[in-house]
């Protein structure tokens, strides 16, 4: 009996890895096309689906194209763009090269790479004081009457589906932005902002339950040295509730990363690089989102590439955070 | 001379009708070591912790009565019961500290522990914290297994190392009175006996309220005894006039070990 439940939770542990595993290598199977095609190039290249002539070398059409070429060919269509796309990879994979038409398909992730990670950091920046904010006041200063029903909205807020969060900002909160602060409607600003809101009810109840966690009696010890509330909150209950509050950030930081439909809302989905905060762009997940249904051969592997590349993105900041953080909270 | 003097108190947890503790008239002198004793639920704590008004951490608890408090600048007693604004309770706690029935070291060095009373009580000066830290420990005999670690976590003490850190960064603030919650319950007996020879070196400093649950602990170190039950101050007396010599029955029948 013991040992069968030992291999039983043995499995179920191992399970985790082989998924893991497993979805990586899928992914990387599915990418080699666009790897091999395009190498770590693809990270700076900020052409998406953009035909360029055959004879050049890759170093001067970066150079050479600009940007502006790139979105508007996007943005005019971009369903007829992959359709076209998928010819002329079988047609240019079969031609020879000296045909004199002969043109290829450029995918680089630069821009949805960019429009992720702005997107992100821009919800981190609003949400993780707020959240702290919110925690603070619910763990330590609001009495219980308010803390209570406030902890219970807050849950019920984190339980709202994001494309709620999209629709809301799209027709209520993306027009006041633009009012605000000029720019687009649907932008980076919009996006990012609508994502903070939509993490931070998650990150401040995290932070609520693990700054909860602090024991009475060393909370009184501070207060019995002459600490004040703030003193309190600072050096005892942040430090000692350290990992939990960590946690609930680079858990938050997933969500945002990955987070699809509310940003496919709000992030205009125009494969341009922002200058400003309030220039549309478009994120990893919504570039696999809108553009999957068409894609094929070349583009789809493009997709599956900025997959893989937002696995090891969120993989790589959340195991940094995790073993930075912890390692430090040991030492 | 009594350094506080507690007079008619009264003391009521928040949602609770009857007092915990009723009528309490009690002196801390200076320079003794007075000893709370009594069973479980006498209210020995909640009086101990009336002294620093750590209960108002809490709110809708009520005071009765009157706790005086000797200033030694003036030389004139004052109300703590009467304290409302958070800088006169932080002046209150940082004349009256207290050492909890667990070591509570914070989430940071050995150093940093006991330069907190000194960095929240604003002194900067970085020799004067540092002195003041070296004098701190060595008084809580510490500081010749601590001070090649000053940097390290203070978590990675022992039960016992770390009550004495506790103690030596309430003594670092230099307050006039100390408050021991029963600070050896969670210790072992080696343990417990360094910590008891500390208090009574402590003695010639600070005064000293301790409770115990500890009988022999009460005869071992204190001057003056206080026996409570069912929140009521029994008797109060020379610690060899309680243990030998006891005026009331309920006493003797605790201390002889017949109920509690």
């Not at chain 1, 809302?265 to 309030?278: C, D, H, R």
């Not at chain 2, 002195?131 to 390290?152: F, P, T, Y």
Request: proline share 5%.
């Amino acid at each position: 009996m013991e040992k069968i439940f030992q291999k039983l939770s043995l499995l179920s542990a191992s399970l985790v890895f082989i998924i893991l595993i497993g979805i990586f290598t899928t992914l990387f199977i599915s990418a080699k096309p666009a790897i091999d095609e395009f190498g770590f190039g693809f990270i700076t290249d900020a052409r998406w689906n953009t035909e360029v002539p055959l004879n050049q070398s890759n170093e001067k059409e970066k150079q050479t194209d600009t940007l502006k070429e790139d979105t508007t060919q996007n943005s005019v269509s971009d369903s007829d763009d992959d359709l076209l796309a998928e010819d002329e990879d079988l047609m240019g994979d079969d031609e020879d090269l000296d045909d004199e038409v002969a043109t290829k398909t450029v995918y680089g992730g630069l821009v949805p790479i960019v429009g992720t990670i702005l997107s992100t950091v821009i919800a981190m920046v609003f949400a993780v004081p707020i959240a702290m904010g919110i925690a603070i006041f619910l763990a330590e200063m609001a009495p219980k009457k308010i803390s209570i029903p406030v902890g219970i909205a807050i849950e019920l807020l984190a339980a709202i589906p994001s494309i709620i969060f999209g629709m809301w900002g799209l027709f209520y909160f993306a027009p006041i932005i633009s009012e605000t602060f000029g720019g687009y409607q649907v932008s980076l600003l919009t996006a990012g902002l609508v994502l903070g809101i939509m993490i931070l009810p998650f990150m401040a109840a995290i932070t609520r339950d693990s700054m909860k966690t602090t024991p009475d009696i060393l909370k009184e010890s501070a207060y019995a040295l002459g600490a004040t509330k703030f003193e309190v909150i600072k050096d005892v209950i942040f430090p000692y509730s350290k990992v939990g509050i960590i946690g609930s950030i680079i858990l938050s930081l997933g969500r945002a990363l990955g987070e699809t439909m509310a940003v496919a809302f709000l992030i205009g989905a125009v494969y341009n690089l922002p200058e400003k905060i309030t220039d549309p762009t478009i994120s990893i997940p919504v570039a696999m989102a809108v553009n999957f249904g068409e894609a094929a051969g070349l583009g789809e592997s493009a997709l599956f590439y900025l997959g893989l590349i937002l696995f090891v993105l969120s993989f790589g900041i959340i195991s940094f955070a995790k073993f930075y953080f912890l390692k430090r909270n040991k030492g | 001379m009594p350094v506080m003097n507690i007079k008619n108190f009264s003391f009521t947890y928040a949602g609770v009708d009857k007092p915990s503790i009723r009528n309490i008239n009690l002196p801390i002198l200076k320079n003794k070591i007075t000893a709370l004793i009594g069973p479980s639920g006498c209210g020995k704590s909640t009086l101990l912790r009336s002294l620093n008004r750590i209960h108002d951490l809490y709110p809708g608890n009520k005071y009765e009565g009157v706790i005086e408090l000797l200033d030694f600048e003036t030389n004139k007693y004052e109300n703590i019961l009467e304290i409302k604004k958070e800088n006169e309770f932080i002046k209150l706690r940082q004349k009256v500290g207290m050492i909890f029935q667990k070591p509570t070291p914070f989430p940071m060095s050995i150093f940093d522990n006991v330069a907190y009373g000194l960095k929240i009580a604003g002194i900067k000066n970085k020799t004067e914290v540092e002195n003041r830290v070296e004098e701190a420990l060595k008084g809580a005999a510490l500081w010749n297994e601590v001070s090649d670690r000053l940097n390290k976590p203070a978590g990675g003490l022992s039960g016992g190392q770390q009550q004495r850190l506790c103690i030596a960064r309430a003594v670092a603030v230099k307050p006039e009175v100390l408050l021991f919650d029963e600070p050896t319950s969670a210790l072992d007996p080696i343990s417990t006996g360094a910590i008891e020879e500390l208090i009574v070196e402590l003695r010639k400093d600070v005064s000293i309220a301790i409770v115990t649950h500890n009988m022999q602990q009460a005869s071992r170190i204190s001057d003056f005894t206080a026996f409570m039950y069912m929140g009521d101050l029994i008797e109060y007396d020379k610690t060899e006039v309680i243990f030998l010599n006891p005026k009331e029955k309920q006493t003797e029948d605790y201390i002889t070990g017949r109920f509690g």
